[in-house]
């Protein structure tokens, strides 16, 4: 991957990626417009070998082939130290440039001679356009017909045929235009470069009995960090000492504090508010939680968005098009019809401005982008503009229950044993054989084992049955443990426990067994609390136009209807398999079309790929839910998918308005030519304003927040 600099520009964007991919030895190429980024697949093209692919443009290498250790912190970063925009020489240029033609105005109002004002006017000319000209003089002579280059053409043609004025007019217009461009691009961009500079760059180390200061690049693993009150955590790692209340707003988007002990996780990035701890470094600065997440969303806009390829494959055609128009103008008139030479090449001139697709061409990555930052910053990672636009699209959501709409955390509340066995004899059992589960109730019968002081049996022959339960060898008897329709299958005779078993259910608890090969002789129920949001999310996703939200669980239907009724979901499907979900995610994919499902990113992990979305929850610090989910949700907060679905319809409308204003203002254009009433100022206006309103309406995303 490579960092660059000076892409201003969406369709010199493009015909960059396009340069690249036809180089020798590159397999494949795209240009991460919005981060200003260049992945390359295939052998390694050397600085020297992009600048001058990218010399039309002015387009350079800023951080050389795989910059993600320097982008972490904020290295590397071509808006890193530089002046304010209003400071910038082109900005002095233009200014300079309006002064020229005012006075050349002025001149020929005072009855000057022609040649005083013509040659203040060319002044104004050279200094409104001189980045223009500099990029596009050389784009001439390569028969590379990018924005600079027919604006360069336009501006010369018109100096040609005695049009000084508008030349200069339109030099200086261009000049504004691009400095106004590129500072709403750097406003954009800053939404996903701010995200880096949550990390401090230094930290203080404990090495060896000395504290130093030192460069988090240097830091090593087991290294132990001093952070004190007010201080950013610089690095992911375990706290070994202190207690403190840390904000992780930015891993989490949860910006009120956590308390932090001796044990916990703290993430790079975080605040550290109350106390002093000591954190034993777990990751280097390159592998931290906060640095994948950014490597991720910048890597994000290769997944482009539907829209996107579209707009994209228009705009290859659109620029040759108009070109061939404009050269047609200039030339069949005169030729054909005996017109006038002047007033023809003018029209052609002035509809050879609007053949650069700028507009249109950005009208999808800048709100792709900036949508992706905002999420980012609010503990929401969206892998891809292409998943931005499923979401905008849901029309049905399924959760899963366990961890999703309940705090997954079951605690057990009724053991009753059969058969002679005590609770002690059966939570020691239990706990035997699940403790080779990771099923959320596993922990709950484990935990309940731990309390009462017991140490859980010795298990041999150990069998797990996925979905189902699991069999062992406890104190030389064999026991099985599971759900009760697992029971039923394997033919064991529950008609003596069924009137127990419909009554824990009922009040809405879940059933694990414990029984011999044929026989039960134990029942542990468990209770989970349902999320205090859930009720509201479902209610907020109704509100947002999604149609059936659906439960999905392997619990038993009691229980589940009365989670249900609970939370408020309109279907309930209870007692499936992990492949029984995925089922069910494809039939309410063949009902509804755009389907989401939100579970836990690693047991719902099936079910999150056949949807149309997969959300995964509370993914903070896990590889497996962060590479495998198409959303992830770095915390536990539910309340985040109402949000990932309305930040996906304002976008979709976002990206929707900045197509219409593009293709409005270019057919307005190509209308007003064919009569004659399109001038160079009128077009240079009409070109460079559609840009800035799709840029400036795009950056209202910005104002999405969580609230909303």
Known sequence: MYRLANVSCADCAAKFEDKVKRAPGVLDARVLFGSSQLIVVGQPLSVDELERLGAFDNIKVVAGADAAAPEVCGRGDPGAGRAPWWAEPRVGRAAMALLLIVAAHVLQGSGAAPV????????????????????????????????????????????????????????????????????????????????????????????????????????????????????????????????????????????????????DQVFAGSLNHSGAIEVEVTTRAEDSTLARVIALVEKAEAERAPTQEFVNRFARIYTPAVTVLAVGMALIPPLVWGAAWQPSIYEALALLMVACPCALVVSTPLAVVTAMGVAARNGVLIKGGIHLENIGHLRAMAFDKTGTLTLGEPVVTDVVGLQNMTEEDILRVAAGIERYSEHPLAGAILRAAADRGLT????????????????????????????????????????????????????????????????????????????????????????????????????????????????????????????????????????????????????????????????AMGTSGTDLALEAADVALMNDDLSKVPFAVHLGRVTLRIIQQNIFIALFMKTAALLLAFPGWLTLWLAIVGDMGATLLVTANSLRLLRVRLSS
């Not at 999604?546 to 009724?565: C, E, F, H, K, S």
């Not at 492949?579 to 079309?593: C, F, H, I, P, T």
């Not at 099936?606 to 959300?615: K, N, Q, R, S, Y």
Request: overall charge neutral; proline content about 4%; hydrophobic content about 45%.
């Open 456 to 615: 859980p049996g010795e298990v041999e022959d150990f069998e797990s049955f996925p979905g189902r339960g699991a069999r062992g060898t406890v104190g030389g008897a064999e026991y099985w443990i599971g759900s009760p329709p697992w029971f039923k299958e394997r033919g064991v005779d529950l008609a003596a426990v069924d009137h127990r078993i419909r009554g824990f259910q009922e009040e809405g608890k879940t059933l694990v067994l414990l029984g011999r090969r044929d026989t039960v002789t134990a029942l542990i129920a468990l209770a989970d609390r349902v999320r205090p949001s859930a009720r509201e999310v479902v209610a907020n996703l109704k509100m947002a136009g999604i149609g059936p939200t659906v439960l999905l669980t392997g619990d038993n239907q009691a229980t589940a209807r009365a989670i249900g009724r609970t939370v408020g979901v309109d279907e309930v499907r209870a007692g499936l398999l992990p492949e029984d979900k995925v089922r069910a995610v494809s039939e309410l994919r063949q009902w509804y079309g755009r389907v989401g499902m939100v579970g836990d990113g690693v047991n719902d992990a099936p079910a999150l790929v056949a949807a149309t979305t997969g959300i």
């Open 116 to 263: 005083t004002s013509t040659a203040v006017y060319a002044a104004a000319v050279l200094l409104g356009g001189w980045g223009t000209f500099k990029t596009g003089i050389p784009g001439i002579f390569r028969l590379d017909f990018q924005m600079n280059a027919l604006m360069t053409v336009s501006v010369a043609g018109a100096m040609a045929i005695g049009y000084w004025s508008e030349a200069a007019t339109v030099a200086f217009l261009f000049g504004v235009s691009e400095v106004l461009e590129n500072h709403a691009m750097d406003r954009a961009r800053r939404s996903i470069r701010s995200l880096a500079e949550m990390a401090p760059t230094r930290a203080m180390v404990r090495r060896e009995g000395k504290e130093m200061i030192l460069p988090v690049e240097a830091i090593r693993i087991g290294d132990v960090m001093i952070v004190r009150p007010g201080e950013k955590i610089a690095l992911d790692g375990r706290v070994i000492r202190g207690r403190s209340e840390v904000n992780e707003a930015a891993i989490t988007g949860e910006s009120l504090p956590l308390a932090k002990e001796a044990g």
